[in-house]
Structures are given as C-alpha cells and as structure tokens.
C-alpha cells in the first residue's frame, strides 16, 4: 500500500528556487553579523529539558516541543501524577530532552559552559533551526530558521545602539524600507504594575500586553480579568494602552505619570538615552518608535526591549524581528552578573516579504551555466573530457545523461534554465567543430573544437 506524499504541519519542504533566495539572506546576514564583529557557533538542536522548561514562563513552556523517552527510561514515568491528573508532572517525567525553543537559552547555557574558552564581552550569532508546538499560520510555522546576534558580559548601552544601526544596515542591503523599530523597556512596565497596583502579577501582565497586536484592547481587558486584575488596576492601565505621539511626548507623559517610581525613572532614562544616541545617525531603511505595549512575553528579558515590523500592512504576519536586555539568564547555569542583549530575525517571515516585493535578485541559483548534448557514445566520452576541463575552471556544466530525441534535451535546458547549450554531433565531431546555442535567444554559432574553452570563458 503506497502511502500519500505529505509533511507535518507547520513545516516546509524548499526547492532549488527557494534555497537560492535563503542562500542569498543568510549571505546578507553573514556578512553583517561578520561585519559587525560576531563570530559564530552553533549548538545541539535538542537540550536537557532542565536547560529549557521554566525560561520562557508558562506560554512559552506550554510550545517546547519534548522528545519521548525510549526504552528503560520510560519506567521512570511519574505514575502517580497521572492517577492524580497533575499531566504537567507526568509529561515532564515521560521527557529529559526537548527540541530547542529559541537560541538564547542555549546561548546561556554555553556561555556559563565555555566561560573559560570564550572573551567577553562575547559577541556570538547563530543561524539555525528552532521548534515550537504553535499553530501554524501564515508566517508561522513550527520549525523554522533564527538568526541571532547577542553581546554577552557587558552592560553598557551602546550594544543596544549597535543592534538597532546594524538592523539599519541589513534592511539597506536588502533594499527594504519602511520599517518600524518599536522600543520599551521593561522596567517602564514594571512601574506601570507598581503603579496599577500589580507587581505580584507582572508577567502577567507583560504575557497579555505581548497579545495586544493579535487579540486587540478588549482581549487584553478581558484576559487580564481571567487573571483577577481590579477593575481599578485596569482603569488604570488604560491611559498607557491608549498612549499617542512621538517619542518625547511619550517619555513627557511617563515621567510624569511615574515620577516616584524609581524602577519607571531608571528605564525612562535608559530609554531616552539610547533614543538620543541613535538620532545622530542618519537611518533610511528604518524608523525608531516608542511603544509603551510592546512586552515582549518572555521572562527573561530585564530591559530594553525591540521589535521589528514593517509598516506597511500588507503582510498577514507581526514582527520580523525581536530581542532585548537580558540580565539574569546565565545565573540559571551558574554563570552570575553576565548581562546580555541580542537581537533575533525571523529569516522565514523576511524570505516571504521580499519574495512578496520582488527584492530577490534574480538568477540566484548555481545552476549549470552549459549543457552538452548527448548525441552518442563515443561523442559523449569525448564531451566529458571537456567538461572535467570546464570544471577545472570553475564553469558549472552538465551532459544530458542519455542519447534523447533534441527536442527532450533542449526542453530540459529550458526546465533549468541552463542559458547555453554544446551540440556536438557525428557531422560536428568529425570536422572537429562544435555548435553553441544560446537558449535565451535561440541563436547558434560554429566553432572550432580547439577553442572549446576560450569560446566558452567568453560567455560566462
């Protein structure tokens, strides 16, 4: 019985095409990152579930993917939890390894593992695949690509400057405008719950306004009440979702809304510093915005935060980027006072709006450049000695591999888009002459098999 051909959902096979254009970003990211001084490394696609499970808080843990246990080890299942229906302990028990949700916990973990290997302030990008249990969607999927740069060991911030002028420099090569860096920070939200009355239900808090983009103002509101806010504390929070204007105006209206809060003061200067040194850099591919919603749902992350979307709303997608400070992620692994701050791009979502924008060079893919006709045999012995010449000078060709009717063979070079084809037929081998067709225009010439290779280097 032949089974049907399909993959699992949220998942993607890629063509020649597509890995062209991935090929081409990740040489555009490589290049940056490079640029910029990270160097990279790469780590297990699969972790301890201990190094996972507890870092992302309970949206986050719910999308770690777990790998079953096998053989013995399943004898450690927790049975007891599942008699009492605790399911949470007894799938824990059924699992000590999980795909990796994201490339920053492990980022932590191998710090705090090499410290004694590595410089710091360590400046390190990753460009690999991350899974999460998440319903597929447009832009959504649940294995695909990230490509992280962090700076580790270091507090200053200027690494959060460096991050938003290289998005600038990405987007310019990409030849993307329009768009949006919206910027928080996390101890401004932290005075906002002190303010409202909430700071026992901070990630509460930051986990729903991380939502506000999907399920709007009225879901935000109604998800907080699941959570037992007051009606007080919602009232209050309010004036801060509805917040307008410019950068200044918002900073003005926060400073004094939370002028005795010291936590609130701290990132509003930390904020308004990092905005200031970033104006004096002429940015054309990006703006730079305060959005006093952005949370970003993740536990970790301690201070500045980022996300990169564009601003035009033609795309069915959010972010296509997004990161933070984070100040505390090393101490699980025993690696203290190591403050990070990194940047993750979405490489799937920002493959799908240049392919939508038409910001893909074309003839990306390294396909044969020649194509030789298989006549016969003998000829065809004959077209591979010249082949392994070509190659030695670097020109990708190929030979049809069996004796086909011309027009099957000439159909395939137009299928690969092969530009220029070698016809080499009894009549041409014995003048010791050879034909090329170009494939675009349809024209031939003739010429001496000597020049084979002089003939061809002009063409390519």
């Given at each position: 019985m032949s089974l049907k051909p399909s993959i699992s959902k949220g998942t993607k096979d890629y063509l020649p095409d597509d890995l062209g254009k991935r090929d081409y970003l990740k040489k555009i990211l490589r290049e940056t990152f490079e640029i910029?001084?990270?160097?990279p490394i790469e780590t297990p696609s699969f972790e301890r579930s201990e190094t996972l499970i507890g870092k992302y808080g309970e949206d986050g843990d719910r999308l770690i993917f777990k790998i079953l246990n096998s053989g013995d080890k399943l004898k450690k299942a927790d049975i007891e939890s599942f008699n009492e229906e605790d399911m949470g302990r007894f799938s824990n028990s059924l699992s000590e390894k999980a795909l990796r949700y994201d490339l920053t916990v492990p980022l932590a973990r191998f710090v705090s593992q090499h410290r004694n290997e590595i410089s710091f302030p360590f400046r390190r990008y990753q460009m690999q695949n991350v899974w999460r249990a998440d319903r597929p969607q447009k832009g959504r999927f649940q294995e695909f690509l990230q490509c992280d740069v962090d700076i580790l060991g270091n507090r200053s911030i200027i690494q959060e400057v460096e991050i938003i002028l290289m998005c600038e420099h990405i987007f310019s090569r990409l030849n993307l405008k329009n768009i949006s860096i919206n910027l928080n920070h996390r101890k401004i939200l932290e005075g906002i719950a002190i303010l409202i009355g909430a700071k026992d239900k901070f990630l509460k808090l930051t986990s729903s306004l991380d939502k506000l983009e999907k399920i709007g103002k009225d879901g935000v509101i109604k998800e907080l009440r699941t959570y037992r806010f007051s009606k007080k504390s919602i009232d209050s929070l309010t004036p801060f979702i509805d917040l307008?204007?410019?950068?200044?105006?918002?900073?003005?209206f926060l400073s004094s809304r939370l002028k005795e809060i010291e936590v609130a003061n701290e990132g509003l200067d930390e904020l308004s510093s990092i905005h200031d040194k970033i104006t004096?850099?002429?940015?054309n591919s990006i703006s730079v915005n305060f959005d006093i919603t952005l949370a970003r749902g993740l536990d970790y992350y301690t201070g500045l935060i980022l996300e990169v979307l564009p601003t035009k709303n033609e795309f069915d997608f959010g972010s296509i980027a997004g990161g933070g400070r984070y100040d505390n992620l090393t101490d699980f692994f025993g690696l203290k006072?190591?403050?990070?701050?990194?940047?993750?791009?979405g490489f799937d979502r920002i493959c799908l709006i240049l392919e939508k924008l038409e910001l893909f060079p074309k003839d990306l893919l390294k396909s044969s450049k020649i194509m030789f006709v298989n006549f016969d045999d003998h000829i065809t012995e004959d077209c591979l000695q010249k082949i392994v010449k070509l190659r030695e000078k670097d020109i990708p060709c190929e030979i049809y591999p069996t004796k086909s009717k011309l027009k099957k063979q000439l159909d395939?070079?137009?299928?690969?888009?092969?530009?220029?084809?070698v016809m080499i037929g009894p009549d041409e081998f014995s003048k010791k002459e050879f034909i090329i067709k170009n494939m675009e225009t349809g024209t031939q010439s003739v010429f001496k098999t000597i020049n084979l290779i002089d003939e061809i280097m002009k063409l390519i």
């Open positions: 910029f001084g990270f160097l307008k204007g410019n950068f200044k105006s918002k900073i003005d004096k850099y002429k940015l006072e190591t403050s990070g701050f990194g940047i993750s791009f395939y070079a137009n299928q690969r888009k092969i530009p220029f084809v």
